[in-house]
């Protein structure tokens, strides 16, 4: 059995800079991934990270615009935390060997990005995630002796000890089928996020909500699952992200009459307003017939000069040629608003802790909560870089000077048992997966979206409790043990309706607008009753709910404008 | 919506069976991709068929294929291009067979990627091959001393420059199309040698030389590289594997480096014979390529005279034939110049460029449009200013 | 067309620069040799210094297009090392700047209107090969013909016309067939021969050329044919020293793409320098004088 002093679940920038963090403090890491570290999400982060590096420019005015971003749902002491250890952990990342961009002066450069007060956002052409875990992996590499790197091993369930605490984990090894129990005295989970249940998403086929689902069952609080960020600019059909920093760079936003109507939304930022602000704008906009016939307004890229877009919006050029069709530096390109991100996980204080003792939550997965109810662009490469060190700094610590975990083997049984029924389900037996994962898909992006109200979000939790009842029986064809992707697929699912189910219930439950909560019933942000969160834990008959506070330090709610 | 008819070649090692083909039919629009077809089949038809796949926007590099025999990812690869392309191209299937489906239609033929294992389906095992290789360039930075209070100042354009090498996105698509590494399973690689570029050309990192040394002197190095294009064609981020590959030569003849394989000598034989004599000496670059001279003496390098020695039975048969009957082929430095005053042209030619060498390089610069182009304002203040709108 | 020729179809092929001479002009194809052209830098003095790399190719285009005629080579390697500095050559702020070295001379490249195509390409589009088929007055007789079509002609497509003419790859195929021979499918058609390698890892190279001539003859090749002196090289000059590393006996002729068009159209291979291969055509010589029964 593996065993290790903290054990890390996902390797994306969250879990890849925890498993740094905690092997520094000299303790024994493990890190695993369903998928080669690589191959995580966070590489389709293109933007930027932002940092109050610059001379003219305070933490505090980044703090502030996090949280006037978040609609003040934001934690404002965690958010302080994050912005004051910005500028070291970008500094950091440079000395590891990140290839920033930089100014004339051969310093760090930076861009601007949508919410900030100042441009503060830096960058890698637009391929900043994927340059940046490129570059933690490569310390991974570098100390290999120091984190076990366990590829391709899914994670099906948490182990937890008699007293509750969480003592570690099953995986099974994608390769051969085998299932192994692993032991740890702290577990971090850094699984992303959960864009999967809605279709379409820019998310990849791999953000299931694993880690959220996990905890949940586990008995972790869920926060803030109602807050769903709607990206402005994805391509419509597929999905796929149009970075932010095209409009960053100065791309201009048109609806089919060619006027740039961010100017009734948000005259002073225009484009560059908080995400929520502008995906409203754009679904006003093409609700009410301002739109294309395909159900999108248009990104102006064409604005930018030639050799910017070269230098760092390739990406995108690459994006809209072989996904559009679309020259951007001689054309708009089509887009609207589209799933990308979910604010809320599972909760945590700023140390990364839940309150299963020993389960740890950093990066997309969790909700310290930093964004709130909604998340400025470039901010979650820095949450899961800051919450991603913190909390293997605290595993680290917890781990030292305690007794190995013992994780007992029947809970590696359990799971063994769970993996077998559905591979003995019989062909025909009730729906395939596929069905039930469209099924939902469609759902979350019809019902729960941009714009809700009571009627859409009940008949969407509706159906995915039905849908629920239908992945019980749901089968799949391969029985084999060497690379069973089909097993997975029906483990997924179901990560896929905890999630979703969470979701539902929580927009149902918040009779107000705040972030990207919007409520055409309840449209008025309403602080005397809802500056609170949301929180939600298992049980049997469905998602309990309470509250918690929200932290306030310096910066009294006010209302939002951009 | 359109029918295409997706050939698999499949592998289940439970089954103990070799490699088989499996035909999906499949409906789609033909501008998505041959991964949205495959996925089709996977949901439809048989969820046992095992591909590598995540973002579907060719950013994760998960799904590295070969299709109709070209090495690239299939998520951007259209099913309506790939679909002509088998069309017009005689695609040889491995094992013989018929190209047409049994409704007549040409089939996209779908493999595995190639110079990898297959562990099952279209899933190949990386980690014995791509990751190997590129741990063997010591691939994270090697600083000197420690790191500055802010940041190492460094000049914008080297940043821009390894960009290219940095949006490798690791698919292994330029490993499974490598020739050379067909001939040699030893040779270092495209994606590896790619991702040493990145530290060669970063200023920050401290063991150039060393790098440069040790993969110009490794035989499986940068020599090894059969010059193809086959990775420049198969990447599908622009990185040009073969480009950063001879960018390390390039640099390596900067460093001083002769290595062993004789590369260094090669390049500066070929490019002196030219400034000398307009048009290749053959013989002469055969001689300095193993051993150049110094002052007109021959100065035999390590390997040299095995070099030298190997190619003589080849020169006989040459002068047997008849290809090799005059002095000027058979005698090294007799080959004529260019007529008149044009083999001084080429030599100011040499003067010029040599004091320059401008390196242009296209992934950065873009290429121009035919019309001009009008270059819009650059905005004030974009890199330490303020956003745009006018807000402060 | 403004002919020009390479270097090693002068040096170590020259049965190339004949057979070209003879075919162009029964083809009625006047070539006007650019004598005073230097060496187009085969890829390796684009490896030590670009800008030197593309000023010569600048130099030899500009000699072109003084003789108001389109130029035409008869190497893939020169086609593919050309067509590289052409691409760079069309941004203009560095192509004024390697004019300027073209000046003293008294010459400047111009990329309006300019074109450079091989031997292959110009009797495929512009000669075309309906006409070329009437001309072959001794038809190949179903000669079982390996394609060899060197990689710089093939990769990378971005810079080689693809997009205008995304046959490229399959014209050796074509024109066999025209000639009225058969094809032969086989597994190194359009792979590399190893040329480039030859000095700096031999194995390797000689491995690559020995591994593709023992499949064309495991497909039933007569012979192959191929439209690059270099690639003739490695696969014919070569052949005896790949055939020890790749442990078989080989034995397969190998031919220029003009020789192969020069014997349709009846020359004979005296004429067009066959004798002077290493490996050799006898037994292309038999078929083609009793062609066996289909």
């Known amino acids: 059995m593996p065993d290790h002093d903290v054990l890390v679940i996902g390797a994306g920038l969250a879990g890849q800079r925890a498993a740094l963090a905690a092997a520094e403090q000299g303790v024994s890491v493990g890190i695993v991934s369903k998928v080669h570290p690589v191959r995580s999400h966070s590489n389709a982060a293109q933007g930027g990270i932002n940092a109050a590096l610059q001379e003219d420019d305070t933490w505090e005015s980044h703090a502030f615009d996090t949280i006037k971003g978040s609609d003040y749902l934001a934690d404002q002491d965690a958010v302080e935390i994050m912005c004051r250890a910005a500028p070291d952990e970008l500094l950091h990342l440079e000395h590891l060997g990140v290839t920033f961009h930089r100014n004339e002066e051969g310093k760090l450069g930076t861009r601007a990005f949508g919410g ?134 100065g791309a201009h936003l048109l609806n089919a009459n060619g006027e740039r109507f961010m100017e009734k939304y948000a005259p002073n930022k225009m484009e560059l307003a908080s995400r929520d602000v502008v995906s409203r704008a754009e679904q006003t906009e093409i609700q009410e017939g301002r739109g294309f016939e395909d159900g999108t307004v248009s990104l102006d890229i064409t604005v930018v000069p030639r050799k910017r877009i070269h230098e760092a919006l390739r990406e995108i050029v690459l994006v809209g040629r072989d996904f559009a069709g679309v020259d951007i530096t001689k054309e708009p390109i089509h887009i609207k608003p589209g799933n990308h991100y979910t604010m809320g996980g599972v909760k945590t204080d700023i140390e990364g802790r839940t309150n299963v003792p020993g389960l740890y939550a950093a990066g997309e997965v969790a909700c310290v909560s930093v964004h709130g109810g909604n998340r400025l662009g470039a901010n979650s490469l820095l949450d899961t870089l800051i919450f991603g060190r913190r909390s293997g700094v605290d595993a680290a610590n917890r781990a030292k000077g305690r007794e190995p975990a013992a994780p007992s083997r029947a809970v590696l049984r359990d799971e063994e048992r769970r993996v077998a029924d559905i591979l003995g389900r019989e062909k025909g ?39 629920k009842e239908e992945a019980l029986t749901c089968y799949i064809d391969d029985r084999s043990a060497v690379f069973n992707q089909d097993v997975l697929g029906a483990i997924e699912l179901g990560y896929m309706l905890d999630n979703a189910e969470a979701t539902c219930v929580a927009a149902i439950h918040r009779t107000e607008s705040r972030g990207a909560q919007y409520r055409t019933d309840f449209p008025e942000r309403n602080d005397d009753e809802w500056l609170k969160h949301i929180d939600l834990r298992y049980s049997d008959d469905g998602p309990e709910i309470s509250y918690s506070e929200v932290t306030i330090t310096q910066w009294e709610p006010e209302e939002r404008r951009y | 919506m359109a029918e295409f008819t997706l050939k698999v070649r499949r592998f289940k090692p439970e089954d103990r069976q070799g490699p088989y083909w499996e035909s999906f039919d499949v409906e789609l629009d033909p501008t998505l991709s041959v991964l949205d077809g495959l996925l089709q089949a996977k949901d439809r038809d048989d969820g046992s068929l095992a591909v590598r796949c995540s973002c579907r926007a060719a950013i994760c590099g998960s799904c590295g294929v070969k299709i109709n025999g070209q ?25 013989g067979g018929d190209k047409t489906a049994g409704n007549g239609r040409t089939e996209i033929v779908v493999e595995p990627m190639g110079n990898m294992p297959v562990i099952k389906d279209l899933v190949t095992d990386m980690e014995s091959t791509h990751w190997k290789k590129i741990r063997r360039v010591t691939p994270w930075l090697l600083p000197e001393g420690d790191p500055p209070e802010r940041e190492y100042i460094v000049p914008p354009e080297s940043m821009i420059d390894i960009t290219q090498s940095m949006a490798c996105i690791q698919c292994g698509a330029c490993v499974s199309s490598c020739l050379s590494m067909e001939a040699d399973p030893d040779f270092i690689g495209p994606a590896a040698l790619a991702k040493a570029y990145r530290f060669v050309g970063d200023p920050r990192d401290a063991e150039g030389k060393e790098r440069l040394h040790d993969l110009a002197q490794d035989p499986h190095g940068i020599y090894d590289c059969t010059h193809c294009f086959s990775c420049i064609d198969a990447c599908p981020k622009g990185v040009a594997p073969m480009d950063q590959i001879m960018r390390l030569r390039r640099a390596a003849e900067h460093e001083g480096i002769q290595d062993q394989n004789h590369g260094h000598n090669h390049m500066e034989a070929f490019t002196k014979i030219i400034e000398k004599k307009g048009t290749l000496d053959e013989a002469q670059l055969l001689q300095d390529s193993y051993a150049p001279g110094i002052k007109g003496k021959l100065v035999p390098k390590h390997g040299a005279i095995k070099g030298l020695l190997e190619s003589l039975p080849t020169a006989i048969r040459g002068i047997k034939t008849g290809k090799m009957r005059s002095l000027p082929k058979l005698i090294p430095g007799v080959h004529a ?18 004091d320059h060498e401008i390196e242009l390089n296209l992934y950065i610069r873009g290429e121009e449009a035919d019309e001009q182009v009008e270059e819009a304002v650059a905005r004030p203040g974009a890199d330490e200013g303020l956003a745009p709108g006018g807000g402060s | ?71 035409m080579n008869i190497c893939s390697t020169c086609q593919g090392a050309q067509s ?46 309906d006409k070329l088929k009437e001309q072959a007055q001794r038809p190949l007789g179903g000669l079982r013909v390996g394609p060899f079509y060197g990689c710089y002609i093939l990769r990378p497509k971005h810079r080689l016309g693809y997009e205008e003419h995304p046959e490229r790859d399959l014209y050796l195929d074509r024109l066999i067939e025209a000639l009225g021979g058969e094809v032969v499918q086989y597994d190194g058609a359009r792979k590399c021969c190893g040329f480039p390698i030859i000095t700096m890892a031999r194995d390797v190279s000689l491995r690559q050329a020995g591994t593709h001539l023992g499949d064309a003859l495991d497909a039933g090749a007569d012979c192959l044919v191929t439209p690059c002196p270099l690639c003739h090289l490695n696969l014919d000059m070569q052949q005896p020293e790949a055939a020890k590393v790749v442990n078989r006996d080989l034995g397969l002729a190998v031919l220029h793409l003009p020789q192969l068009v020069g014997l349709a159209l009846g020359f004979e291979p005296k004429q067009l320098g066959m004798s002077k291969h290493i490996a050799s055509t006898k037994w292309v010589e038999q078929r083609l004088a009793e062609p066996v029964a289909a």
């Not at chain 3, 069309?90 to 091989?118: C, M, Q, V, W």
Request: net charge negative; charged share 25%.
């Open chain 3, 1 to 71: 067309m403004a002919y020009w020729p390479g270097c090693v179809s002068r040096g170590f092929t020259p049965e190339l620069h004949g057979s070209t001479a003879l075919v162009a002009d029964r083809l009625g194809i006047e070539l006007v040799e650019l004598d005073r052209a230097n060496c187009c830098g085969a890829g390796v003095i684009a490896e030590h210094n670009q800008e030197l790399a593309d000023t010569l190719n600048a130099r030899t285009f500009a000699l072109a297009q003084q003789t108001g005629l389109p130029m």
């Open chain 1, 116 to 249: 900030a007060s100042a441009a503060r956002t830096y960058y890698v052409a637009d391929i900043t995630g994927q340059a940046i875990m490129h570059v933690l992996y490569e310390q991974l590499m570098k100390f290999s002796e120091d984190v076990a790197r366990y590829e391709e091993y899914f994670t099906t369930g948490l182990a937890l000890g008699d007293d509750g605490s969480c003592v570690g984990a099953v995986c099974r090894n994608v390769r051969d089928g085998s299932m192994e129990l692993f032991g740890a005295k702290a577990v971090i989970l850094a699984t992303g996020g959960n864009g999967q249940a809605w279709h379409p998403t820019t998310n990849a086929l791999i953000c299931t909500g694993d880690g959220i689902a996990q905890a949940y069952r586990a008995g972790a609080k869920l926060m803030d699952m109602e807050m769903i960020q709607y990206h402005p600019t994805t391509l419509a059909g597929k999905g796929f992200l149009i970075t932010e920093g095209a409009r960053g760079e």
């Open chain 1, 429 to 467: 037996s009730g729906r395939r997966v596929s069905e039930i994962r469209k099924e939902l898909g469609q759902t979350m992006d019809g019902k729960v979206a941009v714009f809700r109200d009571a009627e859409g979000l009940n008949e969407a939790l509706e159906t995915v409790k039905r849908l």
């Open chain 3, 84 to 129: 590289e500095c052409e691409q760079r050559l069309r941004d203009s702020e560095y192509r004024s700047h390697i004019n300027e070295s073209l000046a003293e001379e008294g010459l400047s490249y111009d990329p309006e209107g300019f074109t450079n195509k091989n031997f292959l390409w110009v009797l495929v589009e512009d000669y075309g090969l």
């Open chain 2, 71 to 95: 090495s690239t990812l299939a998520c951007k690869t259209m099913l309506e291009e790939a679909q002509s392309y088998a069309e017009s191209h005689a695609v040889a299937a491995q094992e």
């Open chain 2, 337 to 354: 110049k260019l007529p008149g005053d044009a083999q001084d042209h080429v030599k100011r030619i040499y003067a010029h460029a040599e």
